[in-house]
């Protein structure tokens, strides 16, 4: 199913431990859909400034990302980000934010945009993507992240937002903030419970807590789900990897979800009475998500390996899925509890 | 193969935001002992005092570990340890230590102890560690633990102890702090690196990385393995989980690796000389090492779950096995890649 996704398209001047890059292209919807692109059709929203280069918006349309509602603005400077990373880079401190024309954006999403089916609300202001989520009334599935800029300064408007949306992609430490719940279960539970905005017809039914090196985890309402990192020796620049993780994860979902049929009823229905409530909504198959959750770190994983969006773009689909089964190698056990007790000790249970 | 492990047997106070509890029976051999038991024949070496109850040696004795080796010091007092956890659990402050019998310890096993194939050198002193280890001069499987207080005021003394084991067991941020190392991959596989001690044929060729929450990874010279942690909504006492993880790692290792048969040649046998050189050496097949992960995230799960040993202590072998199999469901996926590219997009790859 065709896929939206609106958010910062920006030029990013980051310095890590291993080198430095001025003004590489970057910014969340940029991420996100260098990834998404590789499973379905992804059309990006957002402004760029007349400084905006046109080979950059190439980077994008030469694989395939639809970019026909990148709006230029006449005599604005594009989202402009400069930061710096610690040593192990766990931490990373922002030297100079310049918001430049997404000061004023108010995003007017072409009939195209508007028509997809699923609906990626990056980090932006959550009464931005509130007014976004409206222009897709009939989105089959909404995902959305944040940060914890916006839990402290405009949280109301934030809980708004995530009653929007299936799905809430967001940093464990910000889900915990967000809740003030220390215990992550507890944490993407109390979400699950919001319910539906006024505006929308499901409230949040996917959470997923972005975990950065330990990996990620995965809680519905009845399930859970949880994967490490794809390790890797040499990390260069983390710059966008939970976008390029959420790219992952959403295409993924948008790619393998049976388009129009009406969700069928479920055996386990009365647990989820809201999906049977609103026939529009995807059906999200446990299979489903679990998948999408390990193209989510494989992807994410390459994104880390060089600056910016470099590792990505010359990315091919052979390489995803070779990592995918290497994920897969390094996570799985054998579970059939074939020994019993051994050696002479008798152990009471 | 039977199992020996040496470390502190203490009493601890705890308070947790859950609640608290006065001079419980704990202690990193007690706890290790307890998760090992499930799996094979286990043996306590370690000093306890006149204050130490008969009672506490019983809840060992009872549940089929061999406690002989529990030296009752006259006039001594229990190890004792008071701390107290912050609102998320993953801070804790040490309110008071008291050596007691351990100021003066010096281990000495008895033949049955000495006799053991495996070894645990839970966390001591490293010198304590190089003491015991040189007891069991034929072990052919001998981990570690160790803390950050060893690597601050000892650390020549603990990597001569680490060179002496096959396993390495230490909190990440430890391993970290132990070689400089930021990158968990790049740690660990400095440590693999640091060959046998003069004293010793082998150097470490397992390097377990504890996670905490999130879980744990497993290094070796040629595999990776992780596993994120048990989800739990309600964690009560954190005290003893590293100890319960080792027990439930090392006692299945030991349960399940063929006694007696020298070593086969090994086809990758040049990447692994040691192995074959030392042909008292345990093969480490990484299925069991897999498994092994597996139990021990298990039972690290049910100690955290309420205070001390309580739960450990009325725990069974199907709810271990139960708690696995639920384990695997919660971290396989389906890595078959049976998705083309959808959509109408035609990303360039």
Sequence with gaps: MPLTVVGSIAY????TPFGERERMLGGAAVHFALAARFFDEVRVVGPVGADFGEDDLEVMRARGVDVSDVERIAGGRTFFWRGEYGWDLNTRETLDTQLGVFERFDPKLSERSRASDVLFLANIQPSLQQRVRAQLPDARFVALDSMNLWIEIAREELVRAIRGADCLIL???????????????????????????GQTPRGPRVIVAKQGEYGSALVTRDRFFA????????????TGAGDTFAGGLVGYIAANTPVGGAPRAQASGAERPEQVADTNAVQLDDELLRTAMAYATVLASFNVEEFGTER????????????????ASMTSFSSAAETAPAGSASPAA
Tied chains: 1, 2.
């Excluded at 990505?312 to 994920?327: G, K, Q």
Aim: proline share 8%.
């Design 12 to 15: 990013d001047s980051v310095r």
């Design 171 to 197: 940093n464990d430490a910000e889900l915990r903030q967000l809740t003030g719940m220390p215990n992550l279960l507890s944490a993407a539970r109390e979400v699950l419970a919001w319910g539906p905005s």
């Design 227 to 238: 994967l490490p990192a794809y390790p890797l020796e040499n990390v260069i620049d983390p």
């Design 312 to 327: 990505v773009c010359r990315l091919t689909r052979e390489e995803i899925d070779a990592r995918l089964r290497e994920l």
